[in-house]
C-alpha cells in the first residue's frame, strides 16, 4: 500500500506556549479559509480576552470534562498549567468528513497519546529561536501572570525535552522571524515535500 500524501494526513503542532502557534496558524486560516479545518480542544480553563466558546476552545466545567472523559470522547486529554484539555473523536471526523486537513495544536502529553491511536497524523514541532525569546513572547502577549509565566516556562523546558528525543517529530519550525517561520510552516502545511528547520540548541 502506497502512503498517503502528506496533506491527507492529520497535522499535529506542538510547541512551548507562547512560541507562537497561534499566530501562526491564524495566518494560514486567514491566507486558505476553506483547505485547512481546526480541531478545537475542549478546555477547562477560562476564556481569555476575545476568545469565544467553540471558536478557540470548547469551554466546558470539570463536571462535563470529566464526563467526557468516562465516555471516551478524547482521542487525547491532559492537564496542562492546572486546566486540563482534550481533542474529541467526533471534532476530528467532522473535520475530515469536509475534506478539509484537519490541525491539531497538541501539547506534549497529548502528542505522546497520539502516538498511541491510529491517527497517523504529520508531526510539527514549532521552536522557540531561544528560551530568552520564548520567555519575552510570554511576557509581551500580556495575558499571563507571573506565577502562570514561570509554570509555562516549567513545562516549555520539558516539551522541548521532549522534541529533543529522535523521532518524537516529522519536522521542526523555528519561529524566529515570524515571515520566514510561516513560509516555512505553509508549505508544510500545503503537503509540500521540504525538509524542515533543525532544532537549536535551546540550553541558554
Ligand atoms: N516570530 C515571532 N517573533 C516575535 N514575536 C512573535 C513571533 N511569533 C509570535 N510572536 C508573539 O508571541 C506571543 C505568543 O504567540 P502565540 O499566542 O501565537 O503563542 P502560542 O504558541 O499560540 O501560545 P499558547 O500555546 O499559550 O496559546 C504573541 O504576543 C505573538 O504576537
Not at 491532559?78 to 486540563?84: Q, T, V
Not at 522541548?160 to 528525543?165: L, M
Amino acid at each position: 500500500m502506497s502512503p498517503l500524501p502528506d496533506f491527507l494526513r492529520p497535522l499535529v503542532l506542538s510547541g512551548p506556549s507562547g512560541v507562537g502557534k497561534s499566530t501562526l496558524l491564524q495566518r494560514l486560516f486567514k491566507d486558505y479559509p476553506d483547505k485547512f479545518g481546526f480541531s478545537v480542544s475542549h478546555t477547562t480553563r477560562a476564556p481569555r480576552p476575545g476568545e469565544q466558546d467553540g471558536k478557540q476552545y470548547h469551554f466546558v466545567t470539570h463536571e462535563k470534562f470529566l464526563a467526557l472523559i468516562q465516555e471516551s470522547a478524547f482521542i487525547e486529554s491532559a492537564e496542562f498549567s492546572g486546566n486540563f484539555y482534550g481533542t474529541s473523536i467526533q471534532t476530528v471526523k467532522e473535520i475530515q468528513e469536509k475534506g478539509q486537513r484537519c490541525i491539531l495544536d497538541i501539547e506534549a502529553q497529548g502528542v505522546r497519546q497520539i502516538k498511541a491511536t491510529d491517527l497517523n497524523p504529520v508531526y510539527c514541532f514549532i521552536s522557540p529561536p531561544s528560551l530568552t525569546a520564548l520567555r519575552e513572547r510570554l511576557r509581551g502577549r500580556g495575558t499571563e501572570t507571573e506565577t502562570s509565566i514561570q509554570k509555562r516556562l516549567d513545562t516549555a523546558l520539558k516539551e522541548i525535552q521532549y522534541a529533543k528525543e529522535p523521532r518524537v517529530h516529522d519536522l521542526v519550525v523555528v519561529n524566529d522571524d515570524l515571515d520566514r517561520a510561516y513560509h516555512l510552516f505553509k508549505q508544510i502545511a500545503l503537503g509540500e515535500n521540504v525538509g524542515g528547520d533543525k532544532l537549536p540548541p535551546l540550553d541558554d
